[in-house]
């Protein structure tokens, strides 16, 4: 018995040693208590790491606060991996464009899915439009990495995730009753909302913002929630905060896009 309080004893004193030695030089004391097999960290583990204090440049143009902070996030923690990046919000139904650096290179109203949600319908992506519901015609929010691609018609799209067939393209003609140009050029976002979940922007966007940002390399797409907060979805952090928050490094892996899309453009 007298053993064994010994060596507790002794295991204190270590303890309060590594405590003491950590405190002295600002580090943070480490657990000395190691973790059980069910207790132990998975293999993806967020790193904490110091604030670069870069920030998104976005000129004289107006964005609201998730977008500049989601941007500056982007920047600081270099989430976009050195590829140029684009965030949509939903909200107010807008699309930026950004190279590499976190400068923006153009913004523009867009036309998103008609119904709202942060989630796309299961197995849409193989569906005919005609078997797809009001309620399912959403624009998912999440991490995506997107590349230039040409439709059945030949037509140049931005790719941004096959397996539901969501993809970002000049705005198409649609039905008379949806009115796509009408709505895109309106004064407010209210009626944005149209489409089957792609989203549609304007030609000339398209033609000088979008295409030249992607053209000959990958990108990172970013489309902001509308029912979570973009921290749940993206593991952002405030960079303007001094509590540091852990940042989550995610791999930028290739799309695997056909050569031919077969999907239809919504």
Not at 57 to 64: K, T
Not at 135 to 142: D, F, I, K, L, S
Not at 159 to 177: E, F, M, N, Q
Not at 190 to 196: I, Q, T
């Amino acid at each position: 018995m007298l053993a064994v309080q010994v060596r507790g004893l002794l295991a204190l004193v270590a303890i309060m040693a590594l405590q003491t030695a950590a405190a002295a030089s600002g580090a943070r004391p480490a657990n000395p208590v190691l973790p059980s097999a069910s207790e132990a960290p998975s293999a993806a583990i967020s790193l904490a790491k110091p604030s670069t204090g870069k920030r998104a440049d976005f000129g004289q143009q107006a964005v609201s606060g998730e977008v500049a902070g989601l941007a500056s996030w982007i920047v600081d923690s270099a989430d976009n991996q050195g590829m140029p990046f684009m965030v949509v919000d939903k909200v107010n139904a807008q699309v930026l464009v950004f190279d590499t650096d976190g400068r923006l290179k153009g913004a523009a109203p867009a036309l998103l899915g008609l119904a709202r949600g942060d989630d796309s319908t299961p197995g849409i992506g193989e569906r005919k439009l005609s078997s797809i519901q009001p309620h399912e015609r959403t624009t998912p929010a999440g991490r995506f990495v997107a590349s230039l691609d040409r439709n059945l018609q030949g037509a140049e799209i931005l790719w941004i995730d096959y397996a539901t067939a969501l993809s970002l393209h000049r705005v198409v003609k649609g039905t008379p009753r949806e009115q796509r140009a009408r709505r895109l050029a309106s004064a407010t976002p209210a009626d944005n909302r149209v489409s089957f979940g792609c989203i549609n922007v304007p030609v000339s966007f398209y033609d000088q913002v979008v295409s030249p940002a992607f053209t000959g390399t990958n990108g990172i797409v970013y489309i902001l929630p509308e029912t979570r907060t973009a921290q749940d979805v993206f593991g952002s952090y405030d960079v303007g905060d001094a509590a540091r928050r852990p940042v989550a490094v995610t791999p930028a892996a290739i799309p695997k896009v056909p050569l031919q899309v077969q999907q239809p453009v919504r």
